[in-house]
Each structure stands twice: as structure tokens, then as C-alpha cells.
């Protein structure tokens, strides 16, 4: 799954579609560099971020999870 979500609403739409053993096992760092090897970046959208969010945020505007979870059959 892939998404803009908060943690929180991540968690909480997994098991409100039925997912069960939600634990979240790591956090990685997602960087503007990393933003830019997907499509949805396009490099006008990746160089306005540069712009418009502060230098120090540049190596972290957001997080990427690695969850697992369980779908009773």
C-alpha cells in the first residue's frame, strides 16, 4: 500500500478494512531525492518542494513503513 497518511490513519484504515496483528516494524526516513524516482514527483514538482520547504527538511519530508499484518481468510 502506498500513501500520504499519517501513521495513525494508516493503522486505522488497515483495520477497519479487516487487517488484524497491525504492528508497524520500522520507520525509514523518505527524502526529496527518493520523492523524485517516482512518477507523481515530476521534476517541476520536486524542484517547487525544493523552494518552498526548508533545506533541513529536504532529507525527510516524510516517512516510509514497513508493516505487517494479517487478512483472516
Given amino acids: 500500500m502506498a500513501g500520504a ?3 495513525r490513519v494508516f493503522v486505522e484504515k ?3 478494512i ?3 496483528g497491525i504492528v508497524v516494524l520500522g ?3 523518505f527524502s526529496l531525492d527518493d520523492a523524485g524516482l517516482y ?3 515530476t521534476p517541476d514538482l520536486i524542484d517547487l518542494m525544493r523552494t518552498r520547504l ?3 527538511r529536504h532529507d525527510e519530508v516524510a516517512r516510509a513503513l514497513t508493516v505487517v499484518a494479517h487478512k483472516p481468510a
Fill in 39 to 41: 512518477p507523481l514527483f
Fill in 5 to 7: 497518511l499519517t501513521e
Fill in 18 to 20: 479487516g487487517f488484524t
Fill in 54 to 56: 526548508p533545506a533541513a
Fill in 27 to 29: 520507520r525509514a526516513p
Fill in 14 to 16: 488497515m483495520d477497519r
